[in-house]
Each structure stands twice: as structure tokens, then as C-alpha cells.
């Protein structure tokens, strides 16, 4: 099986700006978790999502959002870009079994200038 | 509460055994995972274990559960220069509300010297 994909690998931005970023999840895998990771702060879990519906959200503010689409596909959207935004986002998906082991994509690494 | 704590820093010598220390807060955690990251990279899922077992052995990796101390510890024998990396322990902890979500440790930057 193909793993977690995630597109764009790479991504310049500047303040004000906004972005979408793109995950494909394992064949056959129905929830996808993003995280974003910087020096600063580690990895923090930003929110989830199974069949199509937002099921856990993280402490972020309103301008981190997602959305999942009927064949578990997920994006999520930052709007009005800051530069403390700059960091690894990172997707990862699970086939939502009791186990909850989570399968990382390689990430998008997003700067803002 | 939620909280993972690790150790920042290891240095061993190829060959000899790595372990590494994760220390977690929540005692309704049902299950803790080991990752891998290599620099520029996602994160590799190494194994993971149930909250209800004490060990579990993996090829060169042993996970070693205290769940009375709330102590995670992975090690890694005949330690090879492939393995320096960062490792990051995570909790999954279960309930309503928590689908989803792994509460990830500061992470423990492994250096393997020839």
C-alpha cells in the first residue's frame, strides 16, 4: 500500500497570505490527524477528522481549519498567515481501530515571510 | 493531565545498546507509541504498546512499560549509525472527545558515534 501523501512538499508564504495543504491517507484509512510540529512548541495535535466531520480539535485559533472529503482526502487551510505559523505540518492517518495508530506523511514545510 | 516528558539528548557508541526514557502523566492512556524522525522527514512509527502489557520485543527494539511509575522506556540493541535520529514517544489517550489525538514528547535527539 502507498502511504500517507502530502502535498505541497514545500511552501513559501508571505504575513497575511493564506494556504491550503493537501493529505492523502492510506487506501482504506477513514481518519486523518494533523499536527504541527516547531522548535518551539514540538508537535501539537491541531484536529481530526473521520467521514468528513471534525471530530477532536486542538487549542488553535479560528484561522487553522480543515475539511475531509468523501474519499478521505483531507486539506487544511491557514488564513491571515503569521510568521510564528511557520513550521512542519504533518498529516497522518488511521484506519480508526481500536488500536488509533496513526501512519505520518513527510509533511509540508510552510515558511512565512 | 496531559504531559509526555523525555530525556533531550543521548550519545551512544555503535554497538553498544540505546535507551531511552518517556515519562507520561495520564493514567487513562490506553496506548504509547515510539517514532522516528530522521532530519527532513515525517515521522516513523518504530512499535507501540498496550497500556495493560509490561513488554514487548520487536527485532532490535524492546519496549518496557512501569505502569505504576507511569515509566516508558525503549531500547535499542546493537546500536547501528542508521539509528541516529530523533525519537518521540506518544500517548494515546482515549475518551470522548480525544479521537485522534497523540500527545508527543519533546522528543530524544539520538547520536550514534562510530
Known amino acids: 500500500k502507498a502511504g500517507v501523501t502530502q502535498t505541497p512538499r514545500y511552501l513559501i508564504k508571505t504575513r497575511g497570505q493564506q494556504v491550503t495543504l493537501s493529505c492523502s491517507p492510506i487506501s482504506g484509512h477513514r481518519s486523518v490527524s494533523w499536527y504541527q510540529q516547531t522548535p518551539g512548541q514540538g508537535l501539537q495535535f491541531l484536529f481530526e477528522y473521520f467521514s468528513e466531520t471534525q471530530r477532536n480539535k486542538g487549542n488553535f485559533p479560528g484561522r487553522f481549519s480543515g475539511r475531509q472529503f468523501s474519499n478521505s482526502r483531507s486539506e487544511m487551510n491557514v488564513s491571515t498567515l503569521e510568521l510564528g505559523d511557520s513550521a512542519l505540518y504533518l498529516c497522518?492517518?488511521?484506519?480508526?481501530?481500536?488500536?488509533?495508530?496513526?501512519?505520518f506523511g513527510p509533511g509540508t514545510r510552510l515558511t512565512v515571510l | 493531565g496531559e504531559d509526555v516528558e523525555q530525556s533531550l539528548f543521548l550519545s551512544v557508541r555503535e554497538g553498544d545498546s540505546s535507551v531511552i526514557n518517556c515519562t507520561y502523566t495520564?493514567?487513562?492512556?490506553?496506548?504509547l507509541y515510539w517514532y522516528k524522525q530522521e532530519p527532513g522527514a515525517g515521522l516513523q512509527l518504530l512499535t507501540y504498546i498496550f497500556s495493560n502489557m509490561d513488554m514487548k520485543q520487536d527485532q532490535r527494539l524492546t519496549v518496557l512499560l512501569n505502569k505504576k511509575d507511569k515509566h516508558l522506556s525503549l531500547r535499542i540493541a546493537d546500536t547501528q549509525t542508521g539509528d541516529s535520529a530523533i525519537y518521540f514517544c506518544?500517548?494515546?489517550?482515549?475518551?470522548?472527545?480525544?479521537?485522534?489525538?497523540?500527545?508527543f514528547g519533546q522528543g530524544t535527539t539520538l547520536q550514534v558515534k562510530p
Open positions: 506518544a500517548e494515546s489517550v482515549y475518551g470522548s472527545g480525544n479521537t485522534g489525538k497523540l500527545i
Open positions: 497522518a492517518s488511521s484506519p480508526d481501530t481500536s488500536t488509533d495508530t496513526q501512519y
Open positions: 495520564d493514567s487513562s492512556s490506553t496506548y
